[in-house]
């Protein structure tokens, strides 16, 4: 900690000569109190720890910066005082401006208490509610009666109400006669909000944009961008911009399902290529590797949500193993046949012809088998939400496109069974393709889940059919010089939550 708190203050150093930061008015109190705070870390005896992992320094450091005071002295009185609204007592003002006068911001207190009920709260003698209430009323009070002139602001709307005191001072001055020609108390202030936004241009495919599509190697995420909004992909992939990753302490999403898929692969690694035979599926072999994935990431004993992260993927796939892996096996078993794993984690290539022009096709498969004869491959999902993995075939024309973005919620599916079976050289209606959904709450063998007719073959090859041409139009379309990056071609609601609307101007 002491070698990585000296590195802070070196930033810091660099930060005050170099930077124009230092010429704020608030830079020196704060970077006084955090060199402070710098200095207090590496002599204290967190000085001699270390860390598995460089996160877990930023995190420690966070915490302690976030509880640190920045004190504003308000003496000598000169220039610019910042005071606490408690500060404020026993000082006369000629004129206070009260901005944000409203419920949940002045009063700001919550009235339950999560841990301690009003009652405990009040047998135990600790302040409650009313009290802070009461106490936040006392130093209004007395801010407004040592003000000659005082102003409140408030916003008054369906989602907002004024402050319970402004409503109190209101009703007070009704109830004193009003001397005629008083102005009313409160005028209002309305302001013109032009909310639409606007529509952004398409962005036309240069020479050197054309070069890099036509080398591409295309992903069915990448596809998928492009189907919920050509400009999504053009930032996302032509520009590679990224959301800045965090550093956080909560495990994100993403977190969960790479930590899941490398669980269940280093667990299922020993079956590949034999069949799998229920009395091998030992629940004490999967929490060691469970223990094991978590340890390397989180070190031997992981806090906070890695901890309860840790139980719940124990719990979850305890049961996936059981009441979805066991029955499995025994399906085919009882048909005479066997389970098999044919590979996991399967980085696959194909190459695809589409109006004279190469593709290339990238895809990972999470797991292949054979159940029985039938060929099988599994997509891996930590979440139980099967919308955004749904094909309505009965909305979607191949040859109309509008219909494409809103038919198709992902493309995920059809394009990983196109190319394992193009890679595989078997037909694609031999392939099965299921989304296993680890997230739902019952697990059993009804976590599957398939855009496609499971059960009739002749079916099934129709809709693949279907998905090729949609997928061949959609290649063509992005190769296409002539085409350019059209926002009009997005999905209904492509915006609302999309990483680039600020770059889009869409916010
Ligand atoms: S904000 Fe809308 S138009 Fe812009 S990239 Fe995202 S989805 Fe496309």
């Given at each position: 900690m002491a070698d990585f708190v000296a590195k802070l203050d070196g930033v810091l150093d660099y930060i005050t000569l170099n930077g124009t930061a230092s010429l704020h008015p608030f830079f020196h109190p704060y970077a006084e109190a955090l060199r402070a705070q710098l200095e207090a870390m590496a002599g204290?005896?967190?000085?001699?720890v270390s860390f598995q992992d460089r996160t877990s320094y930023f995190n420690l450091f966070r915490k302690v910066v976030a509880a640190a005071k920045v004190p504003f002295y308000g003496?000598?009185?000169?220039?610019l005082q910042v005071l606490g609204f408690w500060e404020t007592r026993c000082i006369r003002f000629d004129e206070i401006y009260l901005l944000d006068m409203n419920e949940e911001t002045i009063?700001?207190?919550?009235?339950?208490d999560s841990l301690l009920p009003f009652g405990a709260r009040r047998a135990l003698g600790l302040p409650t509610y009313l009290d802070n209430e009461r106490r936040m009323e006392y130093y209004l009070d007395t801010l407004v009666k040592g003000g000659r002139k005082v102003h409140f602001f408030f916003v008054q709307n369906s989602e907002r109400e004024r402050s319970r005191y402004v409503e109190k001072l209101i009703w007070e001055g009704e109830r004193r006669e009003r001397r005629a020609g008083d102005e009313d108390p409160v005028r209002t202030v309305r302001y013109r909000v032009a909310l639409q936004s606007e529509r952004p241009e398409p962005i036309p495919k240069t020479a050197a944009v054309a070069e890099f599509l036509a080398e591409f190697r295309y992903s069915a995420t990448a596809l998928d961008h492009y189907l919920a909004c050509p400009l999504r992909f053009y930032y996302a992939y032509v520009l590679k911009l990224e959301e800045r990753e965090e550093i956080t302490e909560r495990m994100e999403g993403k977190d969960v399902g790479s930590l899941v898929h490398s669980i269940l692969e280093e667990y299922f690694s020993p079956f590949v290529g034999r069949p799998l035979r229920p009395g091998e599926l030992k629940t004490a072999d999967l929490d060691a590797v469970i223990e094991r994935r978590f340890g390397s990431l989180y070190g031997p004993d992981p806090a906070g949500s890695a901890f309860l992260m840790s139980l719940q993927v124990r719990r979850q796939l305890g049961r996936f193993l059981t009441h979805y892996q066991v029955p499995q096996i025994r399906g085919p078993e009882e048909r005479g046949g066997s389970l098999r794993i044919l590979g996991l984690e399967q980085k696959l290539d194909a190459e695809k012809e589409v109006g004279g022009r190469s593709f290339r096709l990238a895809a990972k498969i999470d797991r292949s088998e054979m159940r029985g004869d039938d060929l099988t491959i599994l997509d891996y999902k930590t979440s139980a939400a099967t919308a955004f993995l749904k094909i309505r075939f009965d909305r979607?024309?191949?040859?109309?496109?509008?219909?494409w973005p809103e038919a198709v919620a992902g493309l995920q599916l059809p394009f990983y069974t196109l190319v394992y079976a193009r890679s595989r050289r078997v037909p694609a209606a031999d392939v099965h393709g299921l989304f296993l959904?680890?997230?739902?709450?019952r697990l059993g063998p009804r976590i599957e889940f398939s855009p496609f007719d499971k059960e009739d073959r002749d079916e099934r090859k129709g809709q693949l059919e279907i998905m090729e041409a949609v997928l061949d139009a959609l290649l063509a379309e992005i190769a296409d010089?002539?085409?350019?990056?059209?926002?009009?071609?997005?999905?209904?609601?492509?915006?609302?939550?999309?990483?680039y609307s600020a770059i889009c101007g869409r916010m």
């Open positions: 204290s005896l967190l000085g001699d003496t000598p009185l000169r220039g009063p700001p207190f919550r009235r339950g979607l024309d191949p040859a109309e496109r509008r219909t959904m680890l997230g739902k709450s010089p002539a085409r350019p990056f059209d926002p009009g071609l997005a999905r209904r609601n492509a915006c609302e939550r999309c990483t």
